[in-house]
């Protein structure tokens, strides 16, 4: 096996790509038949997959898409998924980019029918994610930005105990890996966009 990357610039997520494989919970298979139903279907069927941690969304989409990008900006997270992936779907072409969103160059003539972002739109630059996103989306194709609720936000007992013992040992700030960032404003937790068909 290779040695992962080491960062060049500090990422929240610096040092939990193996915890962060193990322990965040796959997407649904109900979640992934909504987001197939939503998607056009023609062949090839081509999946962008934005801040892909290490894999999840491609995992859950893998039988049906026959070519997926999966971008992520975390080197550690990348080569977890690069090889994870090759292993998991060998049928299945998959590229994983080392990129931020908002910088991402798909190659020339490629775009998406689907393009995903979960559980990562609330740390991109949001507008320039999406004016990007415009001319690798297929005419008819689909952005779907979706996430469960956060505990940080989602108001019940439960959630308000677990905010309260995170904060009493960690402080108000919410943390991800080794980095920390102020709570972004309450935002949906999905929403979806069909690119019109010219």
Sequence with gaps: MTTPPQPTSPSPFAGVADSYHRFR???????????????????????????????????AMAARFDDVLAVEPDPAMAH????????????????????????????????????????????????????????????????????EPSFWEYQSDWTATVRGTVQEFLGPRRRAGRGTSSAPRRTPTSCAHRRSAR
């Design 80 to 147: 977890l998924a690069r090889t994870t992936l090759a292993a998991e779907v060998p049928d299945l072409a998959v590229t994983v980019v080392e990129s931020p969103a908002e910088t991402f160059e798909a190659p020339a003539g490629w775009a998406a029918d689907l393009v995903t972002i979960s559980r990562a739109f609330h740390w991109f630059d949001r507008p320039t994610v999406l004016r990007r996103l415009e001319p690798v989306v297929r005419p008819g194709g689909v952005i779907a930005i979706f996430s």
């Design 25 to 59: 919970p796959g997407i649904p298979a109900d979640v992934a038949d909504v987001l197939t139903g939503a998607s056009p279907r023609r062949r090839p069927r081509r999946l962008l997959d934005l801040a892909t941690g290490t894999g999840q969304v491609v995992r």
